[in-house]
């Protein structure tokens, strides 16, 4: 194969702006990873972006999509962790200006990819890591939550305030989760919280 099929925009918008196109596939070069796509997802950052609202500016046309699920189909020099045949889920770590990923195929950095476990589909590892990764980070790697603790969601139906009521779970914490409606309180109800 030498092209691919690609979702860009080539100017900002709502979703009519996005079109797919097809464009000549690249080959990953050092530390990069060439990842045949089997899931995508769309989150907030992802509209941002296509609007031209996002902390990065899009250069015109531009690819869209943090989030992917696929196997590995080729790597690049240096890539030591990663293996063709590989299925792997990418993580909030690159640049979607440099790395935008839906389509057919992604090229993305070897170390913003994940591999995941085999009892998940890729629709599964393609929706648990952005989520779950934005709420561990600030938990546990930077307040350092403990046991006992108790911590406040706002928001507390979103998809990154479950994760972090999942995470607080585990962690035994106590948690305050907020939100607007009684149809959100009953999300949180019937998911446990």
């Known amino acids: 194969m030498t092209t691919t099929r690609v979702v860009r925009f080539h100017r900002p918008g709502g979703p009519e702006v996005l079109q797919v196109d097809e464009i000549p596939l ?24 296509r609007a031209a609202t996002y902390i990065e500016d899009p250069i015109l046309p531009a690819r869209i999509g943090y989030d992917i699920a696929g196997v590995v189909e080729a790597v690049g020099t240096g890539v030591s962790t990663l293996w063709v045949g590989d299925k792997v889920s990418s993580i909030p770590a690159a640049s979607v200006a440099h790395y935008g990923n839906h389509g057919e195929t992604a090229i993305y950095p070897a170390d913003a990819l994940i591999k995941y476990p085999s009892r998940l589909s890729p629709e599964q590892a393609v929706a648990v890591n952005n989520g779950l990764l934005t709420a561990y980070f600030p938990m546990v790697e930077v307040a350092q939550i403990k046991r006992g603790q108790t911590i406040v ?31 959100k309180f009953r999300t949180l109800m019937d998911a446990g919280f």
Not at 26 to 49: C, F, H, I, S, Y
Not at 156 to 180: D, H, V
């Open 153 to 183: 969601l706002t928001a507390g139906s979103s998809s990154t305030a479950m994760a972090a009521l999942q995470i607080a779970k585990r962690l035994g914490l106590r948690t305050i989760a907020i939100t607007r409606t009684r149809a």
């Open 26 to 49: 690249a080959k990953p070069t050092a530390g990069e990873v060439l990842v045949r796509d089997q899931a995508m997802a769309l989150n907030r950052a992802d509209g941002l972006w």
